[in-house]
């Protein structure tokens, strides 16, 4: 069974893709925040141009534990979506960014490869970004804010390296290939979420000119620059 809609917080902010070629008739609720998990949706929708309206959660306020969010996103963490034609045009809810990026791209048919060999390099990436290339740059803009000299030095030193090793991974794959799967995907979008606060974590990405030739390419798109445009807050 599908999780019941919840018509949650305030401040809802309807948005109309520039593009509606993939000819889906109904909004999709997203609801999100200004952060790098929140703006690969952002960008996803706009690329996929599926109609969307934005709900913004507040997670500075403590908006994601309101008991209405935690039904459609038992993390209380930021995205999750509401579409209300999902699958046999059943409401359907979506938390966890990666749950709903292969969601939307199995929904529309785009970034998202039809053939399953195709498939695995997309999900390689985009577990890649899940495990990885998020949470270790997030552990980064934390430490940077810790008062304490000693831990702030310490956890930086940790997660400062880890985020450099990744970046140097990511490097190398776009050596080889335009991106990361190949052909632009979902997990392009996902990745992008995080490498839009490089300076935040400190990254350079003159040291990693692989990732800035990748990082150029899809920022200079119609649709990414209306995912990152677009108010979430
Ligand atoms: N794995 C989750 C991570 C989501 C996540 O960490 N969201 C952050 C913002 S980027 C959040 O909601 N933080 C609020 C909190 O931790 O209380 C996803 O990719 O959706």
């Not at 809810?93 to 490869?113: M, N, Q, R």
């Amino acid at each position: 069974m599908p999780r019941p809609i919840a018509a949650i917080l305030p401040h809802p902010i309807d948005h109309e893709p520039a593009s509606k070629e993939g000819g889906f008739a109904m909004t999709i609720e997203l609801h999100t925040w200004n952060t790098p998990n929140g703006r690969k949706i952002s960008v996803a929708l706009e690329e996929m141009g599926l109609p969307y309206t934005v709900k913004p959660v507040n997670i500075g306020k403590g908006e994601q534990f309101a008991p209405a969010f935690v039904k459609i996103s038992p993390n209380s963490k930021i995205p999750a979506i509401v579409d209300p034609e999902g699958p046999e045009g059943a409401p359907i809810s979506i938390f966890e960014s990666g749950a709903i990026l292969i969601y939307l791209g199995e929904k529309t048919g785009k970034f998202w490869p039809a053939d399953r060999r195709r498939q695995v390099a997309v999900l390689e990436w985009l577990m890649w970004q899940m495990g990885g290339f998020g949470p270790m740059p997030g552990q980064v803009h934390h430490f940077l804010q810790v008062a304490n000299e000693q831990d702030r030095r310490y956890g930086l030193e940790r997660y400062s390296k880890e985020t450099r090793r990744l970046y140097g991974v990511l490097d190398r794959r776009l050596s080889e290939v335009e991106f990361t799967a190949g052909e632009i995907s979902i997990a392009d979008f996902a990745i992008l979420g995080w490498a839009w606060r490089h300076e935040r974590h400190q990254v350079d990405l003159a040291d990693f000119p692989n990732v800035r030739r990748w990082y150029e390419t899809l920022m200079a798109r119609a649709g990414v620059q209306r995912g990152f445009a677009v108010a979430l807050s």
